[in-house]
């Protein structure tokens, strides 16, 4: 994301007081850039998601310091903050990914695969089968079964005690101290 099923997830969340981290796509950020601002004035987390949606594997070091610097950027001009974390697309990483992002790379626990089944109950079946406490959930607001999958996902996930919070607020809470160039796919 982010895209305009965004806005509908943010009410829902803050409905339910829960947080989500927000992975962009910069060169989205600059047309929903209105979104980006509510994502982070709502207390979400915004993280870096490369400006291209491109597997930085297959780029070099120029390259990638180009696909993070370019969506910092954007996203501290909409919101006066810089991304602390970044998802690779695809989780693609290496060495080189890891030592250039300068960030944590943040992966997940529960790939809900919603962008391949495009299916709202296959969504919030992969979630609620397999959620435990310190996981990292993936799912892309770009789909609409996925935003119809989180506005049934968010009260289900509070009504059974979980409390749904930004990648730092879990790291943080769960007694991690995330380092640059390493990668995490759950803090339990």
């Known amino acids: 994301g982010p895209s305009e099923n965004t806005k509908t997830i943010l009410s829902t969340l803050k409905a339910n007081d829960a947080v ?35 597997t930085l594997t297959k780029c070099d070091i120029g390259h990638i310091k180009s696909e993070i610097n370019n969506t910092n950027s954007v996203v501290k001009n909409l919101t006066g903050a810089s991304p602390v974390i970044m998802r690779p697309p695809g989780g693609s990483q290496n060495s080189t990914v890891r030592n250039t992002v300068d960030m944590p790379l943040i992966l997940w626990s529960i790939d809900t695969l919603d962008w391949k089944t495009r299916n709202e109950s296959k969504t919030v079946s992969a979630v609620m089968n397999n959620v435990k406490d310190g996981d990292i959930v993936l799912m892309h607001d770009i789909h609409e079964p996925t935003k119809e999958a989180a506005l049934e996902l968010i009260p289900k996930l509070r009504a059974k005690g979980y409390q749904l919070v930004t990648v730092s ?20």
């Open 20 to 54: 989500a981290t927000f992975f962009v796509v910069g060169s989205r950020a600059r047309t929903y850039s209105s979104i980006i601002k509510d994502e982070y004035a709502s207390g979400c987390e915004i993280g870096n998601h490369s400006y291209n949606h491109v």
């Open 169 to 188: 607020e879990l790291a943080k809470y769960q007694g991690y101290t995330m380092k640059k160039g390493n990668a995490y796919s759950s803090f339990r």
